[in-house]
């Protein structure tokens, strides 16, 4: 077997395996991008330590009038955040995903500044 055929088809063996290793847990489904109902943001969703998070991509009102300058979290609770910009905010924090339920877990609203069990 040439040396471009082996490669291949190991990646073709790792990309399916890691597939299919993903497919274990159903909560998995829910990885990737996500259009908001209102369709005026994007949200990626990910895995890190076994809980499940959601962050903005992109958003039609990321930019303040100038359309240079990403808004800020300016209605947070808690004032040390309000510095941060709304591109890249993780919104959803800590869900876990246990006999088909999603649990524990919060939604930040960057809008109103709440967060949300």
Known sequence: ???????TLILILTVYNASTYAGDNPGDK???L?????????IQ???TNNSYYGKILWATDLYEPDGKTLKRDSQNEDAAKRGRTIKNLVLLNHFKFEDDIWT?????DPQ???TYK
Do not use: D, R, V
Request: aromatic share 16%.
């Open 45 to 47: 969703i990910f895995k």
């Open 104 to 108: 524990e877990g919060t939604i930040y």
């Open 30 to 32: 829910i990885f990737g």
């Open 34 to 42: 996500w259009l908001t109902a209102e369709k005026n943001a994007k």
């Open 1 to 7: 077997m040439k040396l471009f055929s082996k490669i």
């Open 112 to 114: 109103n500044g709440k």
